[in-house]
């Protein structure tokens, strides 16, 4: 049809009028520059200069805020399209989180779904151990669904249909929002925080900062965080930990998205240094430790609370050649297997310690795939409130 009018409904109409009240109040207080797509749902403030690094005034400030303009989240257009002009109700089949839309006339989307995590919380009472809602929801686990289990538990809570799959709602999808789970370890994140993958080094390099995919998604994207403590102990003679499932707990749960202001400034500055070393040569060193075992040095700048945003490998497997097929025995047959760990670097690495008879193995014009990470560091101050 040449014309059609979208109809949104009530519990979307509330949605946005939050975003909208979101967007108005940092521009009433003239604190334009701290906006992001990432605080609000449905109805976002993106950036709408030719370039990224185009910068305007504001009223009663003299801090210079990027251009904005109100726009609609792509996901939330796309399902009104789906819905009314295509005719595939996809809301429909993966079920909403907020039945209501009253639900919403005093409380935010955000404080909904959070208001479904609270019973679980840690009380004097009950601290609630991943087997505990196991049996509270009478999930069905194997050593297969251990993988997906907190996704399990997360449904159960939500009341979202069962599935192993990744957890998403209505809302969820139409707020492109990230479910994340952060496991603590002696108080702390176990791991860095993985958030996007470098699929090709000569495409990063081709990117300037202002336009860059990962300023574009740290720019637009919430995050929910669920956060659980793991107090298993080293299994005995071993360095890896048990995963008793009566010794993982759940902590609580919240929404998050990067500030504008660690996006642009130190987000910002280890892209450009990182990014500017690939450009020019990256350095690798070759080290053996007294077990024979190799390990691959670069120069990138190391994780810290300072540093948010760092490159380290995104691969299961270290790799410094092209791409190839290894022959290998799997149930006592050969084959062919692809080994696709390595991108093509846009300038020649620059080795240092790399013996002779290594050259093909280790060579100047591939290195182990690479993702953005945000330092573990820096996740413990956005959930440390959570533990108290």
């Given at each position: 049809?040449?014309?059609?009018?979208?109809?949104?409904?009530?519990?979307?109409?509330?949605i946005?009028k939050?975003?909208?009240?979101?967007i108005?109040?940092?521009?009433?207080e003239?604190?334009?520059?701290?906006?992001?797509?990432?605080?609000?749902?449905?109805?976002?403030?993106?950036?709408?200069?030719?370039?990224?690094?185009?910068?305007?005034?504001?009223?009663?400030?003299?801090?210079?805020?990027?251009?904005?303009a109100?726009?609609?989240?792509?996901?939330?257009?796309n399902?009104?399209?789906?819905?009314q002009?295509?005719g595939?109700?996809h809301?429909?089949?993966?079920?909403?989180?907020?039945?209501?839309?009253?639900?919403?006339?005093?409380?935010s989307?955000?404080?909904?779904?959070?208001?479904?995590?609270?019973?679980?919380?840690?009380?004097?009472?009950k601290?609630?151990?991943?087997?505990?809602?196991?049996?509270?929801?009478?999930i069905?686990t194997?050593?297969?669904?251990q993988?997906?289990?907190n996704?399990m538990?997360?449904?159960?809570?939500?009341?979202?249909?069962?599935?192993?799959?990744?957890?998403?709602?209505e809302?969820?999808?139409?707020?492109?929002?990230?479910?994340?789970?952060?496991?603590?370890?002696?108080?702390?994140?176990?791991?860095?925080?993985?958030?996007q993958?470098?699929?090709?080094?000569?495409?990063?390099v081709?990117?300037?900062?202002?336009?860059?995919?990962?300023?574009?998604?740290?720019?637009?994207?919430?995050?929910?965080?669920?956060?659980?403590?793991?107090?298993?102990?080293?299994?005995?003679?071993?360095?890896?930990?048990?995963?008793?499932?009566?010794?993982?707990?759940?902590?609580g749960?919240?929404?998050?998205?990067?500030?504008a202001?660690?996006?642009?400034?130190?987000?910002?500055?280890?892209?450009k240094?990182d990014v500017?070393?690939?450009?020019?040569?990256?350095?690798?060193?070759?080290t053996?430790?007294s077990?024979?075992?190799v390990?691959?040095?670069?120069?990138f700048?190391?994780?810290?609370?300072?540093?948010?945003?760092?490159?380290?490998?995104g691969?299961?497997k270290?790799?410094?050649?092209?791409p190839?097929?290894?022959t290998?025995i799997?149930?006592g047959?050969e084959?062919?297997?692809?080994?696709n760990?390595?991108?093509?670097?846009?300038?020649?690495?620059?080795?240092i310690n790399?013996?002779?008879?290594?050259?093909?193995i280790?060579?100047?014009n591939?290195?182990v795939?690479q993702a953005?990470?945000?330092?573990?560091?820096?996740?413990?101050?956005?959930?440390?409130d959570?533990?108290?």
């Open positions: 049809p040449k014309d059609t009018v979208l109809e949104i409904s009530d519990k979307d109409f509330e946005i939050q975003d909208w009240e979101k108005s109040k940092l521009i009433n003239s604190k334009a520059e701290e906006l992001s797509e990432g605080m609000t749902n449905y109805l976002g403030a993106c950036t709408k200069a030719a370039t990224g690094a185009e910068f305007t005034t504001q009223v009663g400030s003299e801090i210079k805020p990027k251009p904005r109100y726009s609609f989240k792509t996901k939330f257009i399902e009104l399209i789906n819905t002009i295509i595939n109700n809301s429909a089949a993966i079920n909403s989180i907020v039945k209501d839309a009253n639900e919403l006339k005093n409380n989307l955000e404080e909904i779904i959070i208001s479904r995590f609270l019973p679980f919380y840690p009380t004097n009472k601290v609630w151990s991943q087997q505990d809602l196991i049996e509270n929801f009478k069905k194997n050593e297969k669904s993988k997906n289990l996704n538990i997360i449904r159960r809570i939500l009341n979202l249909p069962k599935s192993k799959a990744e957890v998403t709602s809302e969820i999808e139409k707020a492109e929002i990230r479910l994340k789970t952060i496991t603590l370890r002696d108080g702390k994140p176990k791991e860095h925080f993985k958030f993958s470098i699929p090709s080094f000569e495409a990063l081709s990117e300037n900062w202002e336009d860059s995919s990962v300023a574009d998604l740290l720019d637009r994207t919430k995050f929910l965080l669920l956060v659980f403590n793991d107090l298993n102990d080293k299994q005995p003679g071993k360095n890896t930990y048990e995963t008793n499932p009566e010794k993982i707990f759940f902590v749960a919240k929404f998050w998205n990067m500030p202001s660690d996006i642009y400034g130190p987000c910002k500055a280890v892209w240094s500017d070393k690939l450009k020019k040569g990256v350095e690798l060193t070759y053996k430790d077990s024979g075992k390990k691959i040095l670069n120069n700048i190391k994780p810290s609370l300072e540093n948010v945003l760092h490159l380290r490998p691969a299961s270290s790799q410094y050649n092209a190839y097929y290894k290998i799997e149930n047959k084959k062919k297997k692809y080994m760990n390595s991108s093509k670097l846009p300038c020649n690495s620059k080795w790399r013996p002779e008879t290594e050259k093909d280790y060579t100047d591939y290195m795939k953005w990470w945000l330092s573990k560091d820096y996740i413990f101050e956005q959930i440390k959570l533990l108290q």
